[in-house]
């Protein structure tokens, strides 16, 4: 079982926005801190999230992110064909590294 | 600027072994823990191993444990993957990451471009 489950695809038109849910499974371990990554295959992922809601320099503030209890969501407004990208959210459970298993977004 | 550079990839039969290299850039490469994370062929991320800035601890993926070996040589810049009783799961393109600080690695905020692992006869 993942420690991290994403819905498999999402979808939204263009200039709408689109939320991507991502939940933890129970545990005694872990500190519900959750990041986000957008990856093109074949190319590095890049960090959008980190700390349930913090953005590195130089990613718009079109990305957000929450968490509530053991559940995160990233949140992409504004949606742009560039959007359009495999996104992972990730946590860190004891001395483990986790992510989930994707969510596939299409800009319509 | 930030740079991590994967090599060392390429085919290897089953049972064999395999060495990764990442070459880091761009920042003082003992004051962060580094990390492998790969993506075989249609599925997702999965983290690999772990190693503490100072290079005194290493976790490991229990898929894993026991066949890989993560090490990192500070004077040198670079991180290294020792791979061995290699299977055809272990197909991926792997890529070396950097944690946010010396000891952990909550997430990773930089990844290299990766270095495609492929195990078959």
């Known amino acids: 079982q993942s420690v991290l489950t994403q819905p498999p695809s999402v979808s939204a038109a263009l200039g709408q926005k689109v939320t991507i849910s991502c939940s933890r499974r129970?545990?005694?371990?872990?500190?519900?801190?959750f990041s986000w990554y957008r990856h093109l295959p074949g190319t590095a992922p890049k960090l959008l999230i980190y700390?349930?809601?913090k953005r590195p320099s130089g990613v718009p503030d079109r990305f957000s992110g929450s968490r509530s209890g053991s559940s995160a969501t990233l949140v992409i407004t504004g949606l742009q064909p560039d959007d359009e990208a495999d996104y992972y959210c990730?946590?860190?459970?004891?001395?483990?590294?986790?992510f989930g298993g994707g969510t596939k977004l299409t800009v319509l | 600027e930030v740079h991590l550079v994967e090599s060392g990839g390429g085919l290897a039969q089953p049972g064999g072994s395999l060495r990764l290299s990442c070459a880091a850039s761009?920042?003082?490469?003992?004051?962060?823990?580094m990390t492998w994370v790969r993506q075989a062929p249609g599925k997702g991320l999965e983290w690999v191993a772990a190693?503490?800035?100072?290079?005194?601890?290493?976790y490991y993926a229990v898929s894993v444990r026991g066949r890989f070996t993560i090490s990192r040589d500070n004077s040198e810049n670079t991180v290294h993957l020792q791979m061995s009783s290699l299977r055809a799961d272990d197909t991926a393109l792997y890529y070396c990451?950097?944690?946010?600080?010396?000891?952990?690695?909550?997430?990773?905020?930089?990844w290299g471009q990766g270095t495609l692992v492929t195990v078959s006869s």
């Open positions: 190693i503490t800035g100072s290079g005194d601890e290493k």
């Open positions: 129970p545990s005694n371990f872990g500190h519900n801190y």
């Open positions: 990730g946590t860190w459970e004891d001395i483990l590294s986790a």
């Open positions: 990451t950097r944690g946010p600080s010396k000891c952990c690695y909550t997430h990773h905020d930089y």
């Open positions: 761009g920042f003082t490469f003992s004051d962060f823990a």
């Open positions: 700390d349930n809601d």
